[in-house]
């Protein structure tokens, strides 16, 4: 039961992430602030408060144009909220439906959240392979055989 509580965490504090830098970013934030309020009694000013900060600082760092610290400020927000959002299952069973119900309905209703389907097929052939072989959907324009980097 754990794993699954865990893996719900998961996708919960990704959805979030993935919405503080949406359009409808007011109405997620309501949501989850009334979700965490009635889970720990907590005043639901100061959970808004912190979740604009989580948010600000994933904007700070978008803004910056800086790759790594954009990818570093998403690892810590998506800890952070995943951290929480597991204590707030753990210790109030109902939450989990509660949960799940949030992301159907943002699964359902948001553009910002998008799912993608790449097909991929890779033939190797002619024996042992010495170099890189690389498996991905997409790597943007990288084509390590070239010599010439994205």
């Known amino acids: 039961m754990e794993a699954e509580l865990v893996a719900l965490a998961s996708a919960g504090a990704t959805a979030l992430v993935q919405q503080m830098a949406g359009e409808a970013w007011e109405q997620v934030r309501g949501r989850v602030t009334a979700f965490f309020a009635r889970r720990s009694g907590g005043d639901p000013e100061v959970i808004g408060e912190e979740l604009d900060e989580a948010r600000g600082e994933l904007a700070a760092a978008a803004e910056s144009g800086d790759d790594d610290a954009t990818a570093e400020a998403r690892t810590g927000a998506h800890a952070e909220w995943?951290?929480?959002?597991?204590?707030?299952?753990?210790?109030?069973?109902?939450?989990?439906?509660?949960?799940?119900?949030?992301?159907?309905?943002?699964?359902?209703?948001?553009?910002?959240?998008?799912?993608?389907?790449?097909?991929?097929?890779?033939?190797?052939?002619?024996?042992?392979?010495?170099?890189?072989?690389?498996?991905?959907?997409?790597?943007?324009?990288?084509?390590?055989?070239?010599?010439?980097?994205?």
Do not use: F, W, Y
């Open 82 to 150: 995943k951290n929480r959002l597991r204590r707030a299952l753990r210790n109030d069973p109902e939450a989990a439906a509660e949960l799940r119900a949030l992301l159907d309905e943002l699964d359902q209703g948001s553009p910002t959240i998008t799912r993608q389907t790449v097909e991929t097929h890779n033939t190797i052939s002619g024996g042992v392979q010495h170099g890189m072989v690389i498996q991905a959907g997409s790597i943007g324009s990288l084509n390590p055989g070239s010599g010439q980097g994205g």
